[in-house]
């Protein structure tokens, strides 16, 4: 699979200048135009780009290279990040400042826009290269994307589908051509259709639509995912759990130690109250403050791993 992309225009090392105020609402404007729910759910183009990323973002060169009223504005990306750090709250630009997202859910294709796809089959050159189909088709008008798929060349996602619903085009040359706009697209079919100069055979390309046992399976991985965010949480509070503290049991175990280490009983009619801490032998023995000090370290020796 062979795929066009114009050049990206970036300002590479150059300095970077600072857009205006003024400047900045206009480069917002169109950019939010470009991520509308009315202008993504009918571009295949983009919403294929923003679903390739986990996280919805787009390269920001990608809308320079891609679409034109942006790259009337400014021929730097970076000036379309600070612009939209600076006016936008639809959409947000990555840590980096390299790519962009919309803050709202994505929207889902309209299978019932208008193509702005054709496919291509029959060229007069055997091997035709993108440059060729670009030759024949850009006086229709802009082109965004040109894809060519060779007999042979493995193929995936869409583009599978379209061909096993249309086995006629196994074996040949295909290329698949996305223009601006429908308007473009049907002007392409009404002037080269009946040119005896190319010879084409132009087909309307529209993406078929998901299977039940795709949606299926985007149900079943929705639910896994969900799944998967709500197990560390129960095992985070399993945890918290077996470690949480036994009141009950160190308090009697602590009511055990107390009656182990009670301090000696002193012999009726051998001590006095100067005597307190001492026998009548004279040995000594543990008085009032060590006797505080060892119950501390016995409470504390309870509940160390507390």
Known sequence: MEQFSEESVGAGAAS??????????????????????ASLSKDTFLLKHVKRNKEGYVNLKLLISAYKPIKRLTQDWRQIAFSIRKCSSRLEINELGTKIRRLEQVPCYDPSTPFKTLVATNFPMPSPTIKDVVNIFSSCGEIVQVRILRPGNPTSGDIKKYLASHPAMEGRVCAFVEFESHDLAQRAVTELSNNSEFGLELQEYTEPPASRRSEERAKRDQRQSAKQKQRPRAEAASLAKARRPNINQNWRDLSRVSETVSPPAKEIGETTEDDIGYSSDNNEVIDSKEWKQLVDRTVAMVFEDV
């Open 16 to 37: 970077f200048l600072e857009p205006s105020d003024q400047m900045c609402e206009e480069i917002t404007r169109q950019t939010e135009l470009v991520f509308s729910d």
